[in-house]
């Protein structure tokens, strides 16, 4: 059993930044590949970023490559995601996602999700 729960998100003006974490809570020694993806009322989930067990690879969307930095610490049992340059269109339910090791974490079956925390960017 994995439970994640992020937190972080919050209004920001558009050019701002933001910071999201999530806290896993799973047995020990476990190590999942950690992802974060986002949801708005108008789209279907997007996957925004994701890293792998140790933190060595991580692989990120188009859109937010170079603006948005996924990262993990692994003894707080924490994943990250810094969000800079904002845009309004960013505004979303961010989620945090776990699943099963792998290098090519963009495309693995993520089966464990957080509850969301939003973001809305303001223009």
């Known amino acids: 059993q994995v439970q994640l729960v992020e937190s972080g998100g919050g209004l920001v003006q558009s050019g701002g930044s933001l910071g999201l974490s999530c806290q896993v809570s799973?047995?020990?020694?476990?190590?999942?590949?950690m992802a974060w993806f986002r949801q708005t009322t108008e789209k279907e989930r997007e996957f925004v970023a994701a890293?792998?067990?140790?933190?060595?690879?991580?692989d990120y969307a188009e859109s937010m490559e170079g603006r948005f930095t996924i990262s993990r610490d692994n003894a707080k049992n924490t994943v990250y995601l810094q969000m800079n340059s904002l845009k309004p269109e960013d505004t979303a339910v961010y989620y945090c996602?776990?699943?099963?090791?792998?290098?090519?974490?963009?495309?693995?079956?993520?089966?464990?999700w957080g509850q969301g925390t939003q973001v809305t960017v303001s223009s």
């Open positions: 996602a776990a699943g099963p090791k792998t290098s090519d974490v963009k495309s693995a079956r993520y089966t464990y």
């Open positions: 890293i792998n067990s140790n933190g060595r690879n991580t």
């Open positions: 799973a047995r020990p020694g476990i190590l999942y590949s």
